[in-house]
C-alpha cells in the first residue's frame, strides 16, 4: 500500500471510531443502565475494558512486525512495529490510569500488587524498555534488532495476563464477555462496551496507520539524505 | 434575626447549592468525579498521540519543501 494511501486510510478509520466512541460516549450517560452493585463509577468500564483490548492488540502487533522483521530483516516490519508499539504505550497508559481510578471508588484503593495489575504494569514497562533499548544502542540495526527480541519475548504476557484472574486469587473480576458458555454481561451494557470496543480498535488502526506512514516516510527521506551527502546506502 | 432563620429554614434543602454542598460533604460526588477523570484522561492521552503524528506530519513537510528548495 502507498503511503499516500495509509494516509487516506488512516485519517478515515480514526474519524469513524471517534464518532463510534462519541456515540458510546452517549451511551454511557444517557441509556446504559447503572450497575447494582458499584453504581456510577463501573461506567468506567466502558474505556478501562477497550483500552486494555486495544493495548493487547497494539502490543501483539509489535511482536508480529518484530518477528516478521527479525525473520525478513524488511524495514518497513520495524516501523509497523515502532508505530504499534507507540499505540500500545497511549492506550496502556489509558487502562493503568482507568483502571485506578475505578479502583478507588470499588476496592478503596488505588492500587494493589495482585497478579493481573502486576503483570499489566510490567507489559507495559517492558515495551516502554523497547523504546529505550532502540535507542541505546550506537548502531541501529543492532538496536533494532534487540527490541524485536524484546517485543517477541514481551508479548508471551499477554495471555499470562488474560487467563491471570483464574490461575491465581485476585481481586481483578472474571471475564464476563469472553467466556464459554458467553457474556453474563446485561445485553444494554454488552451493546455499550461492542461499541466502545469497535470506536477504540478503528481508532487505533486508524492512527496507527497514520504514524506508520509518517515513520515509514522519514526513514525514506533519511535514507536519501544520507545517499545524497555521502553517495553511499545506508 | 433568629426568628428570620427559623423561617427560611424549611426552604433551606431545596437550595441546589446547599443540596450540592451536603452531597460533597458526604463523598456521594466522588464517583463522577472520577467517571470524569477517566474519560478526561482517556481524549488528553488520545490527543497527545495525535499532537504526535501532526508534528511528524509537520516536520516531514518541512524536510520535503526543504529538499524542493534545494533542487530548485
New interface residues.
Given amino acids: 500500500m502507498n503511503l499516500r494511501k495509509a494516509r487516506v486510510a488512516g485519517l478515515l478509520l480514526a474519524s469513524v471510531g471517534v464518532v463510534a466512541i462519541l456515540v458510546a ?1 452517549w451511551m454511557v450517560v444517557f441509556w446504559v443502565p447503572t450497575e447494582a452493585s458499584m ?3 463501573q ?2 468500564f466502558y ?2 475494558v477497550p ?1 486494555a483490548w486495544t493495548t493487547f492488540l497494539a502490543f501483539g502487533l509489535v511482536a508480529l512486525a518484530s518477528l516478521a522483521y527479525l525473520w525478513l530483516g524488511d524495514d518497513r516490519a520495524d516501523a509497523a512495529a515502532v508505530a504499534a508499539a ?2 500500545g504505550l ?1 492506550f496502556g ?2 487502562m493503568l ?2 483502571g485506578p ?2 479502583a ?2 470499588a476496592w478503596g484503593t488505588y492500587w494493589t500488587w495482585e497478579p493481573r495489575l502486576t503483570l499489566t504494569l510490567l507489559l507495559w514497562f517492558t515495551y516502554l524498555g523497547y523504546f529505550l533499548v532502540r535507542g541505546s544502542m550506537a548502531d541501529p540495526r543492532k538496536g533494532r534488532r534487540f527490541a524485536a527480541v524484546v517485543a517477541v519475548f514481551g508479548s508471551l504476557n499477554i495471555p499470562l495476563i488474560h487467563v491471570s484472574v483464574s490461575w491465581f486469587r485476585s481481586l481483578h473480576p472474571e471475564a464476563v464477555v469472553i467466556k464459554p458458555e458467553g457474556p453474563t454481561l446485561h445485553p444494554d451494557m454488552l451493546a455499550t462496551l461492542l461499541t466502545s470496543l469497535g470506536g477504540f480498535t478503528l ?1 487505533f488502526l486508524g ?1 496507527f496507520s ?2 506508520y506512514s ?2 515509514h ?2 526513514r525514506r ?1 533519511q535514507a536519501a539524505r544520507f545517499r545524497e551527502s555521502t553517495g553511499v546506502s545506508p | 434575626m433568629i426568628q428570620r432563620f427559623c423561617v427560611l429554614l424549611p426552604l433551606l434543602p431545596t437550595d441546589p447549592v446547599l443540596l450540592l454542598a451536603q452531597e460533597v460533604g458526604r463523598g456521594a460526588l466522588r464517583p463522577y468525579l472520577h467517571v470524569f477523570a477517566a474519560y478526561g484522561l482517556f481524549w488528553v492521552l488520545i490527543l497527545f498521540w495525535v499532537w504526535r503524528i501532526a508534528r511528524g506530519l509537520k516536520q516531514l513537510q518541512g524536510f520535503h519543501e526543504e529538499r524542493h528548495s534545494d533542487a530548485d
Fill in positions: 460516549h453504581g456510577v463509577v461506567r468506567i474505556i478501562h483500552a507507540e499505540g497511549v497508559a489509558i490510569t482507568s481510578l475505578w478507588r471508588v481508532l492512527l497514520l504514524r509518517v515513520e516516510a522519514s527521506l
